[in-house]
């Protein structure tokens, strides 16, 4: 069965840039979450999406957006991006949503640095 | 609010010796604790859960039980192995409400010498 892919592994991008990270959930999952992870903060979620719907949304501000499709698959983008969001960003899917379950299967990855 | 806090690294120990990474979690409701590990380069992984007090989770010789009267949740191991060398991160869920996310302690790297 193949794991939660994530795309692209890595980007480099400049101030004021837009960025747009692809998630492939394990197939039969219905729940990706999106959380970011940088040395100083650990990991901070981002967002939860469920059957295509923002379940909940973590303490960002709003540059930070996100989509789930009818597959599953789910997309986050930054707009104007900040020195600051540079980090690696993970995608993680879970049959349910996670209260239910408590286990998210996580992909690699997608670092992104922004000069 | 929920929060989960770890003991800080780099924890640095010779193969073969016992491992105790400490865990204390803030939360109102019921949660449910976990310890994903992460090895280099590579996305986090459940490493054991416990879904109520006095659960005992384990994998792979590793354990940890669910304290509520310490609202603990330590990691255990009796023997560690180079391998084992990865940065454990600390979880919970909070099941009384329906937040679908789970809250991370900051994560603890482990290494493991020969």
């Known amino acids: 069965k193949a794991g939660v892919t994530q795309t692209p592994r890595y980007l480099i991008k400049t101030r004021g840039q837009q960025v747009t990270l692809s998630c492939s959930p394990i197939s039969g999952h219905r729940s990706v979450s999106w959380y970011q992870q940088t040395p100083g903060q650990g990991l901070q979620f981002l967002f939860e999406y469920f059957s295509e719907t923002q379940r909940n949304k973590g303490n960002f501000p709003g540059r930070f957006s996100g989509r789930q499709f009818s597959n599953s698959r789910s997309e986050m983008n930054v707009s104007t991006l900040e020195l600051g969001d540079s980090a690696l960003y993970l995608c993680a899917s879970s049959q349910y949503r996670v209260t239910n379950t408590g286990e998210l299967f996580f992909g690699e990855g997608s670092r992104l640095t922004v000069l | 609010g929920n929060s989960v806090t770890q003991m800080e690294g780099p924890v640095t120990l010779s193969e073969e010796a016992f491992l105790t990474i400490n865990c204390t979690y803030t939360a109102t409701g019921y949660p449910s604790l976990f310890w994903y590990v992460q090895y280099p380069g590579e996305g986090l992984q459940l490493l054991l859960k416990?879904?109520?007090?006095?659960d005992k989770g384990s994998n792979k010789g590793f354990e940890a039980t669910y304290r509520k009267e310490t609202t603990s949740f330590h990691l255990e191991k009796g023997s560690v192995q180079v391998s084992d060398s990865a940065v454990y991160f600390c979880?919970?869920?909070?099941?009384?409400?329906?937040?679908?996310?789970?809250?991370f302690g900051q994560g603890t790297t482990l290494q493991v010498k020969p």
């Open positions: 416990a879904t109520k007090a006095d």
């Open positions: 979880a919970l869920s909070d099941n009384s409400s329906n937040t679908g996310k789970l809250i």
